[in-house]
């Protein structure tokens, strides 16, 4: 992500939980404040010439510039979840070989989408870890996670048993000891990126875009006990040259596709 000037800011007439969270975003993410008063956003980020404003809504936190911004929500996972929970296979699941209870690193955790329909199907004895390496994206992700409103308690507390991590995987994993988790999952940011996902389109501006290199994948292999995935769009051909071999397809509409390398003992 190229450097962009971001300020905290809050919604007029701020209640007394928003205030409080000024001090924890200025000092967790290393903006400084500029008072709402009376302003409009886009009179706001000419006043102070940002590029971003980091608002603290009543229910929830927004990276916002003149035409977009940027939330957490769910996407599509909350219809994964009561999917599988009907019965219907998911090609994550399949692809990961997901048992309960197992552990899983998300390597690239955006939203944590993917994580919330694995830490679902893992239960209340699994473990899910997710790294993302960038930390206003970490940020909200980790607020949503805790502090969306839903009312399925199961859906919460997968929500919550998700951790999320402010780094780069690439350290991450060497960090790791071999054979620490059973599952090592990349979603890195697609080459030939897919325009039609607005989900992708308002992440798009501050992920990391970089993609997965032979090293990382070794290093996952060393990491996994059983196997590592990573998804792709479905005519892509990066996964095979990577030494991914088994596939599993693919999506709603099936435009992407899951790899995995097995690991043979
Ligand atoms: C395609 S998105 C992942 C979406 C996610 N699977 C979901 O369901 O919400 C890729 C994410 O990985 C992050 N990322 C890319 N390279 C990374 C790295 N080296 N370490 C950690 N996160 C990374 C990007 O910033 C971006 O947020």
Redesign the pocket.
Known sequence: MLDKVIKVTTTKNPRDNQLIKIKEIQEKLGLSYVERKNYSIADLIEKYKCDYLFVIKRDKLVLTDINTELFWHP?M?FLKIKAIQKGESDPIIRAMDLQKGDSVL???????????VVSSYLGDEGTIVG????KY?AYLTAEGLDNYNTDGLEIKSAMQRIKVIN????N?LKSLEDNSFDIVYF????KVPNKKSE??NS?RP?????YLSLE?VNEALRVARKRVVA?DRMFSKELESLGFTEFYGGGARGSTKYGAIIKTI
Do not use: R
């Open positions: 996407n996972a998300d390597c690239t955790l955006g939203f944590a989408a993917d994580s919330l790294t993302e390496v960038n994206i780094a780069d995987y690439n991450y979603d890195p940011m697609f989900f992708m992440l501050f992920a990391e875009h970089s990382s998804k």
